[in-house]
């Protein structure tokens, strides 16, 4: 069965500062990774996917993330963070090699604060 | 309407009593997605459907839960008998393809059971 952790529940960082939140997963095959975003009240939005290619992915608002297989991770980074960051970040798997239409698993989220 | 629209936002209820949520997917989109919200437990993955292929009810919490989704558009999530752990944002999420298409979310239907 897929599965997603994002091991840190909250992540602290200086606006200028790099960011990273951190995601791994476990699928059987080769995962459609996604990352979505959760601003406070508001619905989700999507960020960026990684399906196949470049391991590297660009997406909304300056955010990227690097598939690594090896490590079987996806984490998000930001090489400068807004206070307008601050959110709640999720992670999500789907296995695209397993039953006829798995469904898209979300990870537990990460509380981003960005402070100024 | 260009988004997912689900009713109602707000629903208070007593327990035992039972409530429907809707969703309206985006048009064309089809896959439809329930999960629910609770604080700290992240997304919940509830029950998916796919076009007519049976739908996958693996994250349905129990018997109390289920959802139909009439002519591949709108669905709804019916609770029976509420209990007071169901309170909780019911989130809908359309996508145009299973695979690699991203999700588009609904702001949810939060309850509450009294």
């Known amino acids: 069965a897929q599965s997603v952790a994002q091991p840190e529940d909250q992540v602290n960082v200086a606006e200028g500062n790099p960011l990273t939140v951190k995601c791994t997963y476990s699928v059987s095959g080769n995962p459609y990774l996604f990352w979505y975003v959760q601003y406070p009240n508001r619905g989700l939005q999507f960020l960026l996917k990684?399906?196949?290619?470049?391991?590297l992915v660009k997406g909304s608002y300056g955010f990227e993330a690097e598939f690594n297989k090896s490590q079987t991770s996806f984490h998000l980074k930001k090489p400068s963070a807004l206070v307008s960051d601050s959110a709640l970040y999720f992670c999500?798997?789907?296995?695209?090699?397993?039953?006829?239409?798995?469904?898209?698993?979300f990870g537990k989220g990460t509380t981003l604060s960005v402070s100024s | 309407g260009a988004g997912v629209s689900q009713s109602p936002s707000n629903k208070v209820t007593e327990k035992g009593k039972d409530v429907e949520l809707r969703c309206d997917p985006i048009s064309g989109h089809t896959a439809l997605y329930w999960y629910r919200q609770s604080l700290g437990q992240g997304l919940e993955f509830l029950i998916y459907f796919q076009g007519n292929s049976a739908p996958d009810k693996s994250g349905l919490p129990s018997d109390r839960f289920s959802a139909e989704r009439t002519g591949g558009s709108v669905s709804t999530l019916t609770i029976q008998r509420t209990q007071q752990e169901d309170s909780a944002v019911y989130l809908c999420?359309?996508?145009?393809?299973?695979?690699?298409?991203?999700?588009?979310f609904g702001e949810g239907s939060r309850l509450t059971v009294l």
């Open positions: 990684y399906i196949t290619g470049d391991n």
């Open positions: 999420a359309s996508s145009l393809a299973p695979g690699p298409g991203e999700l588009f």
């Open positions: 999500a798997v789907r296995d695209p090699g397993g039953q006829a239409g798995t469904a898209l698993i």
